[in-house]
């Protein structure tokens, strides 16, 4: 990491307030180069937004602005993104 970016655990809380669920350790694929990482390996950096970028080409693969209504969402180079369904415990 350097001054100018983070990993995106950074973005954990919000990505939280997305999809209702952790998604640093969901795998995406980026659609540049084709890399298979969890959300929480990919370079974050801060603008007006924040700009996810793969971690190999640097190609980016989502764009995220928080506005007081909500929170819009970009999708760059992101091929797709896979979400466990996790597991439930029987009632």
């Known amino acids: 990491m350097t001054d100018l970016h983070v990993d995106g655990n950074a973005l954990g809380g919000l990505l939280i307030e997305l999809f209702g669920r952790d998604m640093t350790d ?3 694929c980026c659609g540049g ?40 969402v ?10 466990d369904r996790g597991t439930t415990s029987p009632s």
């Open 26 to 28: 969901q795998l995406g």
């Open 33 to 72: 180069c084709g890399n298979v990482s969890p959300l929480g390996a990919v370079r974050v950096f801060r603008g007006a937004g924040y700009v996810m970028r793969c971690p190999f080409c640097e190609k980016v693969a989502l764009a995220l602005v928080a506005t007081p209504e909500g929170v819009r």
């Open 74 to 83: 970009a999708f760059g180079s992101l091929r797709w993104l896979e979400v």
